[in-house]
C-alpha cells in the first residue's frame, strides 16, 4: 500500500489541530502508520523558519521573504520528512501546505500568484497532495476562537493581521477548492468537533480503500 499525503487547511481557529489529531487515531485504528507534520515546520530546521516567521518584532519582514522562507522551510521539511515517509508507506497528515501559501501570501498578501508559482517550481512541481481538506467558517467565528486560544505569548505576526486579511485568505482558499474539486474537500468546520471529524474520516475513507 502507498502511502498517503494529505493536508488539512482552513483559517484561523477551523480546529485542524484537534480534527488531525483525531484523524490520526482513526487511521492508528485502521493499522495505518501515520507522520503528522505541520508548516511552516515539521523538521528542525524548519521549525527554526517558522519560529523566524511567526515572530514578531521590530524589523518590518518584506512579504519576499517571508514567500521565501516559506518555499525554504517546505524545501527542507520535503527532502527530510514528507519524501521519506511516503516512501516507506506512511501517511503524511501535513497541518497546512502550499495552499496556505496561495491563501495567505497570494490571497492575504496580495502577491501575484505566478510567483508562487514559480517557486513552487523550484521546490516542488510534482508534490501535491493525494487529499486536502479545507475546514471552512466565517472569519468572525474563527478569530474568536482564535483569540481565546492565544496564551501568554499573545498573537504571533499573522495573527495581528486586520479582519479584511482574513476574508481574502479564506476568499483564496475557497476559489483554489472550487478550481480542484478531485484533491480538495470543502468541510463546513461551524459544527460540532464530533460533525466535523465523521465529515474528515468519510473524506479519507476512499483513499484508505486504494482510491487515487
Ligand atoms: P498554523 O500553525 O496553522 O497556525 P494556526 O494554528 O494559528 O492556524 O500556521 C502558522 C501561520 O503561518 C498561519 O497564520 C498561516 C501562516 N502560513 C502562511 O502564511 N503561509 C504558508 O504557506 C503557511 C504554511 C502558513
Known amino acids: 500500500m502507498p502511502g498517503r499525503f494529505v493536508s488539512f487547511e ?12 483525531r484523524a490520526a487515531e482513526w487511521l492508528r485504528s485502521r493499522s495505518v502508520t501515520v507522520n503528522v507534520t505541520r508548516e511552516p515546520g515539521g523538521t528542525p530546521r524548519a ?5 523566524l516567521l511567526l515572530e ?3 524589523e518590518p519582514m518584506p512579504q519576499s521573504c517571508e514567500l521565501l522562507l516559506m518555499f525554504a522551510a517546505r524545501a527542507t521539511h520535503l527532502a527530510n520528512r514528507i519524501r521519506p515517509a511516503l516512501a516507506r508507506g506512511e501517511w503524511v497528515l501535513c497541518d497546512r501546505y502550499t495552499d496556505a501559501t496561495y491563501a495567505y501570501q497570494g490571497g492575504g498578501r496580495g502577491l501575484p500568484a505566478a510567483q508562487i508559482d514559480a517557486l513552487v517550481g523550484i521546490v516542488h512541481a510534482g508534490d501535491w497532495p493525494d487529499r486536502t481538506l ?4 466565517p472569519v468572525e467565528q474563527g478569530l474568536a476562537r482564535a483569540s481565546r486560544r492565544n496564551g501568554v505569548d499573545g498573537p ?7 479582519r479584511a486579511f482574513f476574508e481574502r485568505v479564506r476568499r483564496a482558499y475557497l476559489a483554489r477548492a472550487t478550481a480542484e474539486p478531485g484533491r480538495f474537500r470543502i468541510i463546513a468546520a461551524d459544527r460540532s468537533l464530533d460533525e466535523v471529524a465523521a465529515d474528515v474520516r468519510a473524506a ?4 484508505l480503500e486504494g482510491a487515487p
Open 204 to 207: 479519507l475513507e476512499p483513499l
Open 134 to 137: 479545507l475546514l471552512d467558517l
Open 156 to 162: 504571533d505576526r499573522f495573527e495581528t493581521e486586520e
Open 56 to 58: 514578531r518584532g521590530d
Open 47 to 51: 521549525e527554526r523558519l517558522r519560529a
Open 10 to 21: 482552513g483559517g484561523e481557529g477551523a480546529g485542524k489541530s484537534t480534527q488531525i489529531e
